[in-house]
T-cell receptor, first 110, second 113 residues
Framework: EDQVTQSPEALRLQEGESSSLNCSYT??????LFWYRQDPGKGPEFLFT???AGEEKEKERLKATLTKKESFLHITAPKPEDSATYLC???????????FGTGTRLQVFP | NAGVTQTPKFQVLKTGQSMTLQCAQD?????MSWYRQDPGMGLRLIHY???????DQGEVPNGYNVSRSTTEDFPLRLLSAAPSQTSVYFC????????????FGDGTRLSIL
């Protein structure tokens, strides 16, 4: 069964304290892995798409990487405005559907 | 550019009532979908559409109906509301069917009493 697991569930960081969020997946043939950011009361906002192992994408303080079993979202020197829930989703095989993880809730304190 | 617009933002229903959640996108996207988001469960796909006139079931379709008569609109109908359908509902759209990031609306918060 296709599955996506995110860890940790919650993460508290001091401003400037770098860390990583994990998304591990089990799917039959990965077509794409997606990272989203979700602020309270809002819909998910697209961040990155990764398609193959070894691929990396960067945007400001965020960097996403992909292996055959997991993806990491690295946050370098985070700021309070990076506080949000980060969601990972995969699209597998010949399906038209996305499978979402339950997210990591990140809080960055000044 | 409005993107994906969902109405209403909040709704309270009584058990057994029916209602329609509206979703419209102005990006000429082929693919549209409906999700529900519940605490600790992540986003779960209810129904999706790969183009006007074509719809299919997702992971949790029971109790919901959809139709896609135009490219822009994809309404979700609750036939007879149940407390288990209390959730936050998100509509999303994407350029293509596969490998494309989805753009989400800001959700409808629905409570069934």
């Amino acid at each position: 069964e296709d599955q996506v697991t995110q860890s940790p569930e919650a993460l508290r960081l001091q401003e400037g304290e770098s860390s990583s969020l994990n998304c591990s997946y089990t799917v039959s043939g990965l077509r794409g892995l997606f990272w989203y950011r979700q602020d309270p009361g809002k819909g998910p906002e697209f961040l990155f798409t990764l398609y193959s192992a070894g691929e990396e994408k960067e945007k400001e303080r965020l960097k996403a990487t992909l292996t055959k079993k997991e993806s990491f979202l690295h946050i370098t020197a985070p700021k309070p405005e990076d506080s949000a829930t980060y969601l990972c989703a995969v699209q597998a095989g010949n399906t038209d559907k996305l499978i979402f993880g339950t997210g990591t809730r990140l809080q960055v304190f000044p | 550019n409005a993107g994906v617009t969902q109405t209403p933002k909040f709704q309270v229903l009584k058990t057994g009532q029916s209602m329609t959640l509206q979703c419209a996108q102005d990006m000429n996207h082929e693919y549209m979908s409906w999700y529900r988001q519940d605490p600790g469960m992540g986003l779960r796909l209810i129904h999706y559409s790969v183009g006007a006139g074509i719809t299919d079931q997702g992971e949790v379709p029971n109790g919901y109906n959809v139709s896609r008569s135009t490219t822009e609109d994809f309404p979700l109908r609750l036939l007879s509301a149940a407390p288990s359908q209390t959730s936050v509902y998100f509509c999303a759209s994407s350029q293509g069917v596969r490998d494309q990031p989805q753009h989400f609306g800001d959700g409808t918060r629905l409570s069934i009493l």
